[in-house]
T-cell receptor
Framework: NAGVMQNPRHLVRRRGQEARLRCSPM?????VYWYRQLPEEGLKFMVY????????ESGMPKERFSAEFPKEGPSILRIQQVVRGDSAAYFC?????????????FGPGTRLLVL | SQQGEEDPQALSIQEGENATMNCSYK?????LQWYRQNSGRGLVHLIL?????REKHSGRLRVTLDTSKKSSSLLITASRAADTASYFC????????????FGSGTKLNVKP
């Protein structure tokens, strides 16, 4: 069973461009979470999605950031018109549909650098 | 904020010694989990302890949870150089347990 997959692993963008980060959850997992990690800090929750639904986006900046988890395909975190402050590691996690098992399994992350 | 906070921020020990890290949090939780992150890598799940549990073991790891003090500790016994990493505690809100709050981590350096 492959783990959580994220791509790209590294992404360089110039200010004003768009960044698209992809996450494929573990097989059988229908819950996806996105977190952001600034250097020397812990992870900060951004958004929690189930298939075709955003459940909790309380950690997402109000502008420029959006997330989706379509019926088919990976979850996408999209950052429009990137700024230098968006430079960070973005981690995706997934969890199984089974009630009671609340462990989140993390992917290797996408490191975004905005020039 | 419910964010967990780890203590100490950094810890340096010799191989073979035990390492103890602490985590404090602020509100009611459903469970608490410990993760390890090697430099520049993703997070690896170590252990989950539920709010009704007081102690849990997994190999060389021992986790305790004191809900009255809102604190947890992670003990790594007989440390190895390969244990060098950052360790994070993550708390799951009691009413919204899919949302994790992470502390800023303890950086552990195990010297060979």
């Amino acid at each position: 069973n492959a783990g959580v997959m994220q791509n790209p692993r590294h992404l360089v963008r110039r200010r004003g461009q768009e960044a698209r980060l992809r996450c494929s959850p573990m097989k059988g997992h229908s819950h996806v979470y996105w977190y952001r990690q600034l250097p020397e800090e812990g992870l900060k929750f951004m958004v929690y999605l189930q298939k075709e639904n955003i459940i909790d986006e309380s950690g997402m900046p109000k502008e420029r950031f959006s997330a989706e988890f379509p019926k088919e395909g990976p979850s996408i975190l999209r950052i429009q018109q990137v700024v230098r402050g968006d430079s960070a590691a973005y981690f995706c996690a997934s969890s199984p549909i089974l009630a009671g098992d609340e462990t989140q399994y993390f992917g290797p992350g996408t490191r975004l650098l905005v020039l | 904020s419910q964010q967990g906070e780890e203590d100490p921020q950094a810890l340096s020990i010799q191989e073979g010694e035990n390492a103890t890290m602490n985590c404090s949090y602020k509100t009611s939780i459903n469970n608490l989990q410990w993760y390890r992150q090697n430099s520049g890598r993703g997070l690896v799940h170590l252990i989950l302890i539920r709010s009704n549990e007081r102690e849990k073991h997994s190999g060389r790891l021992r986790v305790t949870l004191d809900t009255s003090k809102k604190s947890s500790s992670l003990l790594i016994t007989a440390s190895r150089a390969a244990d060098t990493a950052s360790y994070f505690c993550a708390t799951a809100d009691r009413y919204n347990f899919n949302k994790f709050y992470f502390g800023s981590g303890t950086k552990l350096n195990v010297k060979p």
